[in-house]
């Protein structure tokens, strides 16, 4: 079993920034990509940004040139710097993590941590 661990999340004016971390332990393989999704009150789980473990990432559009996410793979750490936040992006930040293993793919997942952002 894989846990993952959040913090980072808070309060915070819009404009203004917030950075994230995850920590993952257990996992005895690999793990190949890891993200950040969020959930809003009423809204589905979105992705906002993902990482491989080679470093490759890809970002929602709405948070494109505003949050960064980046990882340690030594460390199995995850990170989400999140600069000019806007009240949409309030939500619960869920960490999540995938790990290959007899050509299975599994998928865990943190507790989340709550950002809101105020106008």
């Known amino acids: 079993q894989v846990q993952l661990v959040e913090s980072g999340g808070g309060l915070v004016q819009a404009g203004g920034s917030l950075g994230l971390s995850c920590v993952a332990s257990g996992s005895t393989h690999p793990i190949a990509t890891m993200g950040w999704y969020r959930q809003a009150p009423g809204n589905q789980r979105e992705v906002v940004a993902r990482?491989?473990?080679?470093?490759?990432?890809d970002y929602a559009d709405s948070v494109k040139g505003r949050f960064t996410i980046s990882r340690d793979n030594a460390k199995n750490v995850v990170y989400l710097q999140m600069n000019s936040l806007k009240p949409e992006d309030t939500g619960v930040y869920y960490c999540?993590?995938?790990?290959?293993?007899?050509?299975?793919?599994?998928?865990?997942w943190g507790q989340g941590t709550q950002v809101t952002v105020s106008s």
């Open positions: 990482i491989t473990s080679g470093g490759s990432t």
């Open positions: 999540n993590a995938a790990v290959l293993w007899s050509q299975k793919e599994y998928i865990y």
